[in-house]
Nanobody, 120 residues
């Protein structure tokens, strides 16, 4: 099992930046992959970005088209933490952001979520 704790959300004006953190309760090298999802009011949860954290291919990143070029996902192995650096934020990025982890290719875990609000 793994517990995930997000932090770093808040209120920012359009064009601004925020960095989200997701601290894992176990060595992230033992986790297959981690990622960020978001859910805006009245909408389904959508995938934002992912990073492979375990094995020799760890560190490979992927992004949804809506955030590519603006968001960067990264990992700090020593801190067992994954980050989401969000630049050039837009009002449509407003959502609750959730950290996600996949263990043993079959078990999925979620954090409690952190609110990001971007004002026009």
């Amino acid at each position: 099992q793994v517990q995930l704790v997000e932090s770093g959300g808040g209120l920012v004006q359009a064009g601004g930046s925020l960095r989200l953190s997701c601290a894992a309760s176990r060595n992230i090298l033992s986790i297959n992959g981690m990622g960020w999802y978001r859910q805006a009011p009245g909408k389904q949860r959508e995938w934002v970005a992912g990073i492979t954290t375990g094995g020799t291919s760890g560190g490979t990143t992927n992004y949804s088209d809506s955030v590519k070029g603006r968001f960067t996902i990264s990992r700090d192995i020593a801190k067992n933490t994954v980050y989401l650096q969000m630049n050039s934020l837009k009002p449509e990025d407003t959502a609750v952001y959730y950290c996600n982890a996949v263990l043993f290719m079959t078990e999925t875990y979620w954090g409690q979520g952190t609110q990001v609000t971007v004002s026009p």
